[in-house]
């Protein structure tokens, strides 16, 4: 139950609907310890910043989480009795700590309200250093007290920086602005490396921190090298534009499809039956007259020529009563709902072409994705959305291709396996796309058996295909397949004879 509220954020607690609220940690009962609690780590590292003074609002800025999951995470940790949510006026009800009811000891850092890094600049206008801080991390709060010979604010900001690398971008590592010269990339990258290099620290117990820091500094100096570099930076502003729009997509693919029931329908999902309400249907279906002023002026005339002549009343007409076809009504009511859904669609239709032009994959596959979800089998727009998702996807795919060929040259191999594996979703019979997907899992030490999955998916698609063949191979090997692999490595030297890799592998295998 916790797990999903968390993790979709649609529930919002009923505790810290007031963001002005000041969250305060429980002490543990006798016996328990945190890891007994069906904690994740977004609430471990909730708690790591709960201080009794931060505010919801505090929390929000300070973990860059957004408000649903901070109040998801706090109503769980209220109901599981380890914090409580109060007003700001209203003392503290905890009890205090006892050697049989230890507090949880938190991290104290000051609630500092952090503003996005592009709002926040030097006197001079240029964006310092320290205002394009990482993200905070997420990570089990135990971390940071490890016995090493590193102060806490240096293990806080090594933990904060290693969590997040998956989500930085170079620029963000190095806490440099997009348009940064080679000079301020250099000089940023010389100044991080006296905090982060692992050399400065000799002797010293490093314990779990030096790996962490190895692999921190490992991406800053690849960081330096690819931005100082003309083509590999340009390469690399490339591959962010296509990772954003990437991530567009799979945002919109997560995202529910909007509800548009509520416009095609009426508020009662049956037509009306009774006499009254399809009167008032009908009479509301029915196109309203207008009156003009030639005919008000004439209606005028004969009531004045009318008055000099004495007449008596015409005796009252009989009541009209109207006949109620329910039939008719229904395919009235029918036609309504089905104009209105027409229009959404066509709507939908329009919005994608337009942001297929406008080379926005992600828009045009999603406004596709919400039309065919209203759109019969037989409608006469489902061909052209078909169309035009299928265009879409396409485009997606070669993102996602161009991406993981960034990721490849980078050595960010289990990047680029999951690039590619988004790239063959969308390009479902693309044979290289496959093998890449394949050849990528192999080298990011992943799952063979999906790794093998995909290249026999390729060697299918391409059968006369040497490459798709050695991947399998290489595959079969790396599981101790051998048979399989010196079957695949002779239909390959069938195809090329001579072949000095197919050769190569063929003499190992046979070892």
């Known amino acids: 139950m916790f797990r999903s509220r968390l993790r979709d954020g649609a529930s919002h607690s009923h505790i810290v609907t007031d963001a002005s609220r000041i969250p305060r940690l429980l002490?543990?009962?006798?016996?328990?310890?945190l890891r007994d609690y069906p904690l994740g780590p977004i609430d471990g590292y909730l708690i790591s910043r709960v201080d009794g003074q931060a505010s919801v609002a505090d929390l929000i800025a300070m973990t860059g989480l957004t408000e649903p999951v901070v109040s998801a995470s706090l109503d769980k940790l209220v109901e599981l009795k380890l914090a409580t949510c109060e007003r700001a006026s209203v003392a503290p009800k905890t009890p205090p700590a006892t050697a049989s009811s230890p507090r949880i000891e938190a991290v104290k850092t000051k609630p500092v309200s952090e503003q996005p890094a592009a709002r926040r600049r030097s006197s001079t206008g240029d964006l310092r250093r320290d205002d394009l801080k990482p993200p905070r991390a997420l990570y089990d709060p135990s971390e940071i007290d490890e016995d090493v010979d590193l102060d806490r604010a240096l293990r806080q900001r090594i933990l904060d920086v290693f969590h997040g690398?998956?989500?930085?971008?170079?620029?963000?590592?190095?806490g440099i602005p997009a348009a940064a010269d080679k000079?301020?990339?250099?000089?940023?990258?010389?100044?991080?490396?006296?905090?982060?290099?692992?050399?400065?620290?000799?002797?010293?117990?490093?314990?779990s921190f030096k790996s962490k820091m190895e692999a921190v500094f490992g991406r800053m100096t690849l960081a330096h090298d690819t931005l100082t570099?003309?083509?590999?930076?340009?390469?690399?502003?490339?591959?962010?534009?296509?990772?954003?729009?990437?991530?567009?997509?799979?945002?919109?693919?997560?995202?529910?499809i909007a509800a548009t029931a509520t416009v095609l329908m009426p508020a009662s999902p049956e037509p009306p039956t009774d006499a009254a309400s399809a009167r008032a249907?009908?009479?509301?279906?029915?196109?309203?007259?207008?009156?003009?002023?030639?005919?008000?002026?004439?209606a005028f005339a004969r009531r004045l020529v009318g008055s000099r002549h004495a007449h008596a009343p015409p005796a009252p007409a009989a009541p009209i009563t109207h006949s109620i076809d329910p039939d008719a009504l229904r395919r009235h009511y029918e036609d309504r709902v089905s104009g209105a859904r027409d229009r959404v669609i066509a709507g939908h239709l329009t919005a994608a072409e337009a942001a297929l032009e406008r080379d926005d994959a992600a828009a045009a596959a999603s406004a596709c994705r919400q039309a065919l979800e209203l759109t019969p089998p037989t409608h006469d727009l489902r061909p052209a959305l078909e169309s035009v998702l299928a265009a879409a996807t396409?485009?997606?795919?070669?993102?996602?291709?161009?991406?993981?060929?960034?990721?490849?040259?980078?050595?960010?191999?289990?990047?680029a396996a999951k690039s590619w594996a988004n790239a063959v979703k969308c390009l479902p019979d693309d044979a290289a796309a496959h093998d890449r997907a394949a050849a990528a899992l192999l080298k990011a030490n992943g799952n063979l058996h999906e790794a093998a999955q995909l290249a026999t998916r390729a060697a299918k698609l391409s059968p006369d295909s040497v490459t798709c063949r050695v991947t399998l191979a290489q595959i079969y090997v790396a599981a101790g397949l051998n048979l399989n692999a010196k079957r695949e490595l002779e239909a390959a030297l069938l195809l090329a004879p001579g072949d000095a890799?197919?050769?190569?592998?063929?003499?190992?295998v046979g070892k």
């Open 165 to 174: 690398l998956e989500a930085l971008d170079y620029y963000a590592l190095l």
């Open 501 to 508: 890799t197919v050769v190569q592998l063929l003499k190992h």
């Open 281 to 298: 249907a009908a009479d509301d279906a029915a196109p309203k007259l207008t009156v003009s002023d030639q005919s008000r002026r004439d």
């Open 27 to 33: 002490p543990l009962p006798a016996g328990k310890l």
């Open 229 to 256: 570099r003309r083509d590999l930076r340009e390469d690399y502003d490339r591959y962010l534009d296509d990772r954003s729009k990437t991530e567009k997509h799979e945002a919109s693919q997560r995202a529910p």
């Open 394 to 415: 396409t485009e997606l795919g070669e993102s996602y291709r161009r991406q993981a060929a960034f990721q490849e040259k980078s050595a960010l191999w289990k990047d």
């Open 183 to 207: 000079k301020s990339i250099k000089r940023a990258y010389y100044a991080l490396a006296t905090e982060y290099h692992p050399d400065k620290f000799f002797g010293k117990r490093l314990g």
